[in-house]
């Protein structure tokens, strides 16, 4: 992958907001719209949802997620030239009385400070997905496999 690559790669993940999930429902493919951080390194992606949304339920009964990550569409006469990344996983809750609990819920209040009282209510929860490899799609022709390595040395990258 190429520098310029690498830039909006890294630049996608740490600004956009929201994210397609996609988790297993009934045997079959179930998508939602979320909004997500991401741990410094790229890491990990933490999400923080209701237990009782369908992909919540989804996820505990099956921790093989996915996460579709993409440019904002401005309007381009081809938006099959955004740029977009998918990241395939595993996914576990994240306690609240593990360590990484509050550093973690902290930082998505810096990112979501709308969603202070939803960390009040009891069916809200931090969820990680944990990336195993994924795919990148920098626009036409620019296509990568990424491996969890991969992801992490572009975490280096300050955009």
């Known amino acids: 992958m190429d ?13 956009t ?3 397609a999930l996609g988790t297993l429902r009934d045997e079959a493919p179930f998508v939602s719209m979320v909004t997500f951080i991401a741990a410094e390194d790229f890491s990990a992606f ?5 237990r009782l949304a ?11 997620v996915s996460l579709l990550i993409a440019e904002a569409d ?14 395939r996983g595993s996914v576990d809750l994240l306690h609240n009385d593990e360590p990484a609990y509050t550093s973690v819920k902290n930082k998505y209040l810096e990112h979501f ?16 997905i944990k990336p195993k ?7 036409f022709g620019q296509a990568y ?13 300050k955009t």
């Open 74 to 87: 401005d309007g381009r006469a081809d938006p099959l030239t955004l740029a977009r990344v998918s990241i």
């Open 113 to 128: 400070p709308e969603s202070e009282p939803l960390f009040n209510l009891p069916g809200f929860e931090i969820w990680c």
């Open 54 to 64: 369908q992909h919540t339920m989804d996820m505990a009964k099956d921790k093989r």
């Open 145 to 157: 496999n990424l491996t969890r390595e991969a992801l992490q040395e572009v975490s280096q990258l």
């Open 46 to 50: 933490y999400l923080h949802v209701s």
């Open 3 to 15: 520098s310029q690559s690498e830039e909006l790669l890294a630049h996608i993940i740490r600004n």
């Open 133 to 139: 490899g994924g795919r990148f799609v920098a626009g």
């Open 17 to 19: 907001r929201i994210a």
